[in-house]
């Protein structure tokens, strides 16, 4: 069973940093893009950031381009979103996605096979 922990969310003052963890329980881990997404209250999901299999390649909405820089460790199973000069309009629920056997980035939610329960991240301002 596939299961995508997410991890590193809070309450944090505009200006501020945190770092969110996504721990992915999936054999394929190495060969799978991974994505951040994130929904705010009232609003669609929208996408943040995705990560290659190999982590050369990133790529990020325009944003949270310069702010925040996604990250992984396929020894650990793992990817980071660090997240840096946090906004009020950063604040959303932020998911972890996988697709499995897919070597490139792609920033369209419906292109993911699984997806983490979220974890919730309040800029106060």
């Known amino acids: 069973q596939v299961r995508l922990v997410e991890s590193g969310g809070g309450l944090v003052q505009a200006g501020g940093s945190l770092r969110l963890s996504c721990t992915a329980s999936i054999r394929t881990f190495s060969s799978a893009a991974m994505g951040w997404f994130r929904q705010a209250p009232g609003k669609e999901r929208e996408f943040v950031a995705t990560?290659?299999?190999?982590?050369?390649?990133?790529y990020y909405a325009d944003s949270v381009k310069g702010r925040f820089t996604i990250s992984r460790d396929n020894a650990k199973n793992t990817v980071w979103l660090q997240m840096n000069i946090l906004k009020f309009e950063d604040t959303a629920v932020y998911y972890c996605a996988a697709r499995e056997h897919f070597y490139y980035t792609t920033p369209n939610d419906y292109d993911y096979d699984y997806w983490g329960q979220g974890t919730q991240v309040t800029v106060s301002s």
């Open positions: 990560i290659s299999w190999s982590g050369d390649s990133t």
